[in-house]
Every structure is written in structure tokens, then in C-alpha cells.
């Protein structure tokens, strides 16, 4: 039995407010990311309602992902996106505000995926 299998579901519970200032549907690695920076952040000072109708995250592309962090790209913004992505992942305990609760993950980081340039210029 893996760790996963040993991890109660939580029930599906109705949501404490009837209105939301955001609401995102689906509450795996996007909708909860989404959610935790907008919480995070110090100039957003509204609600958040995620929506998420399978607690157990069994069938979602999350929990089957390879754990692979792409970081080739060809515009520089992905890039860019891609190596916070990895920073946040490799130190994710410490972005958690080093909560001993808070597990470390482990990836493969950096992901050797081979891409092949069209246009040098557009890459960083
Ligand atoms: C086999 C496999 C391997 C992968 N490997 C990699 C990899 O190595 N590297 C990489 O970067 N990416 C990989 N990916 C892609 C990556 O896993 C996905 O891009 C990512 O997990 C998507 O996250 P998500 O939160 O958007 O979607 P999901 O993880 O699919 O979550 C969507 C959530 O929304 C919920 N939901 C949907 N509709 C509703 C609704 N109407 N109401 C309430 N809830 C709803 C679902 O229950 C689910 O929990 C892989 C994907 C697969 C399938």
C-alpha cells in the first residue's frame, strides 16, 4: 500500500459562503497553485472558493505526471516560467514557510527533453 492509498479523502463539503470574489474549478496542481498565490498575495484581499469534485485526485493528470520539469523552450517567458516552476518545486518546504509538516518533494529537475531550434533569435 502506498502513501496515497493511506491518506484518508476528505468528504466533499458545501461551500461556507454563498458568494466569492474568485472561484476555480479544480483544485489539483493548477487550481490549488492559482489558489495559493492569490492568497499569497499582499494586495489581493478577497475570497477564494476552489471547486473540486474528486478529493481523492485519482484520476486527474496531476497525480500521473512523470514529474518531469521541461525547461526548454523557445520564447524566453516559458523559460522563465519553467525554472521558477523547478526553484519552487526543489524548495517548495521553505516557499511553504517551512511548515515541518510540509513534505520535500522530489523531482527530476532539471528534465532533459531534446528541442531543436527553428530561430536562435527567440531564444534567451
Ligand atoms: C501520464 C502523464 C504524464 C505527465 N507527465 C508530465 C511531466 O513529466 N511534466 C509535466 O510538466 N507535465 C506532465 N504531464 C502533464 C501534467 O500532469 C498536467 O499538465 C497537469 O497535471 C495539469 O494540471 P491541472 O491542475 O490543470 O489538471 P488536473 O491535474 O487534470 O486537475 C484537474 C482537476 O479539476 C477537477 N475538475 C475538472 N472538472 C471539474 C468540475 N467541473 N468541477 C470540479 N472539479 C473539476 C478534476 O477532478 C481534477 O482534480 C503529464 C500528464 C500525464 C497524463
Given at each position: 500500500?502506498?502513501?496515497?492509498?493511506q491518506l484518508a479523502?476528505?468528504?466533499?463539503?458545501?461551500?461556507?459562503?454563498?458568494?466569492?470574489?474568485?472561484?476555480?474549478?479544480?483544485?489539483?496542481?493548477?487550481?490549488?497553485?492559482?489558489?495559493?498565490?492569490?492568497?499569497?498575495?499582499?494586495?489581493?484581499?478577497?475570497?477564494?472558493?476552489?471547486?473540486?469534485?474528486?478529493?481523492?485526485?485519482?484520476?486527474?493528470?496531476?497525480?500521473?505526471?512523470?514529474?518531469?520539469?521541461?525547461?526548454?523552450?523557445?520564447?524566453?517567458?516559458?523559460?522563465?516560467?519553467?525554472?521558477?516552476?523547478?526553484?519552487?518545486?526543489?524548495?517548495?518546504?521553505?516557499?511553504?514557510?517551512?511548515?515541518?509538516?510540509?513534505?520535500?518533494?522530489?523531482?527530476?529537475?532539471?528534465?532533459?527533453?531534446?528541442?531543436?531550434?527553428?530561430?536562435?533569435?527567440?531564444?534567451?
Amino acid at each position: 500500500m502506498n502513501q496515497r492509498t493511506q491518506l484518508a479523502t476528505p468528504k466533499l463539503t458545501a461551500p461556507k459562503q454563498k458568494n466569492y470574489d474568485v472561484v476555480i474549478v479544480g483544485g489539483a496542481m493548477y487550481g490549488s497553485s492559482v489558489a495559493w498565490f492569490l492568497a499569497n498575495n499582499p494586495d489581493f484581499n478577497g475570497s477564494i472558493l476552489v471547486v473540486e469534485r474528486d478529493l481523492s485526485y485519482s484520476a486527474c493528470s496531476t497525480v500521473h505526471t512523470n514529474s518531469c520539469i521541461r525547461q526548454q523552450f523557445s520564447r524566453e517567458i516559458n523559460v522563465r516560467v519553467s525554472q521558477f516552476g523547478a526553484e519552487f518545486v526543489k524548495n517548495f518546504r521553505e516557499f511553504m514557510g517551512n511548515d515541518p509538516r510540509v513534505t520535500e518533494l522530489r523531482v527530476h529537475v532539471p528534465c532533459g527533453q531534446r528541442r531543436f531550434r527553428r530561430n536562435p533569435k527567440r531564444m534567451p
